[in-house]
Structures are given as C-alpha cells and as structure tokens.
C-alpha cells in the first residue's frame, strides 16, 4: 500500500491512477461502505483491498481537501478509483469510509500477532 501526498492535482492523480490499471469508479455510502459501480456490489470500507492512497492538500481551499483511493472490489476484482472529501467540507459518508480504510491499513502494516 502506497501513501502519496504532494502538490499533485486531482487530475493528475487520477491519471496517474488510471494509467495503473485502476479504470472503475467506486462511491462512498453510509456507514463506512462502499458501492463498485462496475458490478454494484456493496460492503464495508473494509472489505475492498485499498492499494494506494494520495492526498492533495488545500492549503488555501478547504475544497481541494481530497483524498483518492485506488481500490481493488472484491467481488468482481476491478480496480478503480474513490475520491472522498477529508476536512473540514467531508460529507459524514466521506469521513466513515476514510477511517475505516485507514484503519485497514493500519491493522496491515503493526499486524497484533
């Protein structure tokens, strides 16, 4: 899992993403789930294989508070792509999902046993 945070646009993040393989588009929903809108499977954060993760960061736009997720579902395998407003303008959904995933990957890398 890649953590990424520098100057780079959103654009540009999601090229990056999509030049990778990662072509679908995924979507936050209530209570920390996501939605694959290639196969509209839906489950926790959790569940999906976060694989990369980049910011950008608003230093003088709260709004370009953005958070990209490149994801694999793990239903129909696709990779793709899940941006979430972090901050001050996150939507509660937005806020559920990027702690559940941050939690995940947490729990990877200082495994308790």
Known sequence: MTYASDA????EILAMYEADGFTA???ARADGRIVCFSCHFEAPAEEFELVSLSRTEGASDPDDMLAVAALRCPKCQ???TL???YGPESSQEDADVLKRLEAVDKT???PTE
């Open 8 to 11: 780079r646009s959103l654009s």
């Open 25 to 27: 588009q995924l979507g």
């Open 78 to 80: 696709c990779q793709g």
């Open 83 to 85: 941006v979430l407003n």
């Open 108 to 110: 990877r890398e200082n």
